[in-house]
């Protein structure tokens, strides 16, 4: 879990077929873990989600309320079944890429929501698996690190169950964090690593 609010400030960057870049500040992201009945992976492997059982590094997408594709990191070893949702970038390159892939010119509504981030970054199934650590067409980079007292948790996004884990991390203040309405929130930022 400690990789959801070590991605923030890390760059995520994506090659697109022409060769040029689209590149974003990660400042928002979600851990699902093991034995989380908010996962995806919950129940066990499936055609679906296969990618979240393997090793650490890779991408795992999904489709999700019939129209958005979503991107996870996932975080731990073969079976384990555990990922970090990316939930909101701050554009960096590629922005008027990125505008007409959103129909959105201002900045910050560009990659504010996870549906809203895999569109701006031309992400979708076919980039299920991708290696975010060497791969050729989205991968993560160094960032800026975040100073622990700019990163607050909260109650994660759009779940209904485990609502009780703070597990939704986010750069405070940052305006390319999404508008998610989480359950009750944790009320402070955090101090410490979880």
Known sequence: MSVAPDLLGRTLVRRLPDGSRLAGRIVETEAYEPGDPASHGFRGPTARNAVMFGPAGYLY?????????????????????????????????????????????????????????????????????????????????SGTPVPRVRVSSTARVGVRTGLERPWRFLVAGDPSVSRGRPGPPTGRPRTSRP
């Not at 910050?108 to 701006?120: D, I, M, N, R």
């Open 61 to 141: 997408v999904y489709f999700t309320y019939g129209n958005h594709w979503m991107m996870n990191v996932v975080t731990r070893s073969v079976g384990e079944g555990s990922a970090v949702l990316l939930r909101a970038a701050e554009p960096l390159e590629g922005l008027d890429a990125m505008a007409r892939a959103r129909r959105r010119d201002r900045p910050s509504e560009l990659c504010s929501g996870p549906g809203k981030l895999a569109q701006a970054l031309a992400v979708d199934r076919s980039l299920d698996g991708a290696d975010l650590v060497g791969g050729p067409d989205v991968w993560i980079e």
